[in-house]
């Protein structure tokens, strides 16, 4: 593109010389490149000013007000105090802590769940089914009530206990319940809940490794055939390696949606100091602190996972991809790091 | 293996893998569709029905008593349940416009003009793509607060519109855009908005699609932004409506659950309907983009 626009630049130099007068007239003249990146400017320029105004400006407000005590809240006049806000986060507040550890135990209960089922359900899915479209719209429809204050009433109602009820003798004649005993029961049915909720949510990672599974040339699979691999090793050593960019993706999508997640303890915590009690400044750290967790999780998986993936294969994933025409989106993570 | 001769004198073939196969799949259906299925039988559910324990799943005699029970118990009070519907209809529908115009907009010339500062401004946005949006809501609301839009559809509205994930999307479907036709289109003598307009758009509908779905659904049911921005119970969205017809989230008001029930499923319906409209459009793209917010 900026090569040929480069082209008519001899053209149009000659001009000014032809005509002078226009060119003295009217200011400067702008050559074509400068030109097009001028209008590129204005057609961008919206993005920019609500780019600006709500997300680089919050961000660093919120990073000086982390480190600081607001004075006057006219003006929002700020006196540096340094760390305290984030020593306080630590060992004054009560609650901060242990919310914390409840949110790790519940994304770690949950993200591996949801990782690993959304993979067996696409590979399901992947195979010659009738219905695969229905059944990728019944997988994908949660998402669409699943995020938000729906989700919340949901599980408000019971969602996960009651939907499943194994307790009630319906699914599970009560002799069976009794001989098991409640315990095992009770552990039955939180294990049922964790699978609903885990399932509601999955909806988008299925369709990630459904995109990285189609883009699998099926050459390879045959290939691995005629040499006598055994499906078990087909899968470790075609499949998975091939979508190790959809996995990459999907492992850090589903980090930071169970990060970000309305249902997530912690969000509901800053939200409450923040707001409630009116302490912007001790919200900020709070809000700091837990972003920096996120973005370190988020760089560890990519640190363990860069030294996974298989670029030889990821080059012939590409070079799939373009011949028809799949984007492949492994860019996203690389450059933000 | 089982051979049933089906009709126009083919033969039917089942094998115990492909039963296995649908039965798993069955049983998933089922899983992920239950909590649907109850949601909606809730929602024409009596009175006496609701309390049942254990909950029973179905309905048996469904009415519509919930929904008027909404209307009227909400109509009483001082901002009846059709203004919440309202706003929320207003404010989502004015996102999703100007979001898909701008990041559209903003997608293409970051493409194809290659503005100064182009490269940064990417970079930028990839940050913000990892960045929790909560981190910055306190200062999001200093912004909005001095621009003096408390308590305005503004509030609602603008924050929302220039979201990072949104001309991410774009730019990933711009990028497969070949340069050859808008060169063409220039030779021709078309202006640079009538380019966009009558040849980019079309061609990138199946982006926007996905564009208008994402953001239907997830402004639909922002929750955040009403709760901050606006004080006044008469600008407040359905997803608070919601929350305080339930009498919020400790508290299940025995009198109100049928109620709730009805909402939570009011709730619901526009996001599906925009989804079955789009579905064609969006399932492909997200198969091949695999991109989501």
Redo the contacts between chains.
């Keep these: ?2 090569e ?1 626009v480069k082209k008519p630049k001899p053209e149009k130099a000659p001009k000014p010389v032809k005509a002078p007068k226009p060119a003295g007239k009217g200011g400067f003249k702008l050559d074509l490149q400068t030109k ?9 320029s ?6 600006l ?7 660093t ?2 990073l000086r ?1 982390s480190f600081g005590d607001i004075t006057s809240v006219v003006g ?1 006049k700020i006196r540096l105090i340094g760390l305290q806000n984030y020593i306080r986060a630590f060992l004054v507040d009560v609650n901060f802590v242990p919310t914390f550890l409840q949110m790790i135990q519940q994304t770690a209960v949950k993200y591996p769940l949801t990782i690993v089922l959304s993979l067996i ?1 696409a590979m ?2 992947n ?1 010659d ?1 009738a219905c695969r ?1 229905l ?11 699943g ?4 989700m ?3 599980l ?4 996960d206990r ?4 194994v ?2 003798g319906t699914l599970i004649p009560y002799n069976v319940i009794s001989y098991f005993g409640t315990t095992i029961m009770d552990a039955v049915q939180t294990i049922l809940g964790i ?2 909720t885990v ?2 949510g999955s909806g ?1 990672q299925i ?2 490794f ?3 599974l ?1 883009s699998i040339s099926p050459a390879l699979y045959e290939a691995a055939r005629i040499d006598g691999a055994t499906e078990w090793e087909i899968f470790w050593k075609v499949t998975v390696p091939m979508i190790s960019p ?1 996995l990459l ?1 999907n492992l850090i ?1 589903t980090l ?1 949606d169970s ?2 997640n ?1 249902t997530n303890p912690m ?1 509901s915590y ?2 409450d100091n ?2 409630k009690n009116g302490e ?1 400044e001790f ?2 750290a709070m ?2 602190i ?2 920096a967790f ?2 370190l999780v ?1 760089a560890l998986v990519f640190a363990i996972m860069k030294g996974y993936m298989h670029t030889n294969e990821v080059e012939g994933v590409k070079k799939h991809a373009r011949k028809h ?3 492949t ?1 492994e860019s ?1 993570p690389k ?2 790091f | 293996m089982i051979k049933i001769k089906w009709f126009r004198g083919q033969w039917l073939h089942i094998t115990f893998a492909k039963i296995a ?2 039965t ?2 069955l049983c ?2 089922a ?6 299925i ?2 909606v039988s ?1 929602a024409f559910k009596p009175m006496d029905e609701l309390f049942v324990y ?2 029973a ?1 179905f309905v048996k005699h469904p009415t519509t008593v919930n929904f008027s029970d909404l209307v009227v118990s909400l109509g009483s009070s001082t901002v009846p349940f059709l203004r919440y519907a309202f706003n929320s209809i207003v404010v989502t529908l004015t996102i999703v416009f100007l979001t898909v115009v ?2 559209a ?2 997608a ?3 493409v ?5 500062g ?1 490269v940064f ?20 609301y ?2 909005v607060n001095s621009l003096g839009l408390i308590n305005t559809y503004g509030a609602l509205i ?2 929302n ?2 979201v ?1 994930y949104n ?2 999307l774009m730019k ?2 711009v ?2 855009y070949p ?1 050859e036709l808008l ?1 063409a289109a220039r030779i021709d003598g078309a202006g ?1 908005f009538r380019i ?1 307009m009558q040849m980019v758009m079309p061609a990138l509908k199946p982006a926007w699609a996905t564009l208008v779905v994402m953001s239907f ?2 402004n639909w ?4 932004s009403p709760l ?1 921005y606006v004080t006044s119970q008469a600008m407040k969205t359905l ?2 409506a ?2 305080t017809i ?1 009498g919020g ?1 400790a508290a ?1 008001s025995v009198g109100r659950a049928g109620a ?2 009805a909402a ?1 499923f009011c ?2 319906v526009p ?2 309907v925009i ?1 079955t409209a789009m ?1 064609g459009q969006v ?1 492909e793209t ?7 917010e």
């Design positions: 593109m900026a040929k097009d990146q001028l209008k590129g400017l204005v057609f961008v919206p993005f920019i000013i609500g780019v105004l709500f997300f680089v400006y919050p961000v407000l919120s007000l929002m359900i399901l899915i195979q089914i479209g059944f990728r719209v019944i997988f994908f429809i949660p998402f669409l009530l995020v938000g204050e729906v919340q009433q949901l408000n109602q019971g969602v009651a939907v499943l009820n307790t009630d699978l609903v399932l509601w988008v369709l990630l459904l995109s990285g189609q959809m993706l999508y930071v990060f970000t309305i969000l800053i939200q923040g707001f912007f919200g900020a809000g700091w837990y972003f996120v973005g988020v025409r799949i984007i989106i996203k450059r933000s | 196969l649908y798993v799949m998933l259906v899983f992920t569709a239950l909590p649907l109850y949601l809730t254990p909950p799943f701008v990041s907009l903003g293409y010339s970051l194809k003009f290659k503005p100064p182009g401004l990417f970079n930028l946005i990839l940050m913000a793509l990892m960045f929790s949006p909560h981190v910055t809501r306190i200062p999001s200093l912004v603008l924050p519109i220039a990072a001309i991410f990933q479907f990028e497969q340069d060169e640079e966009f659904v997830s049911n922002d929750y955040f901050i997803p608070l919601l929350q339930s989230a299940v709730t029930a939570t709730m619901t996001t599906v989804f579905q399932m997200m198969v091949y983009s695999g991109i989501k």
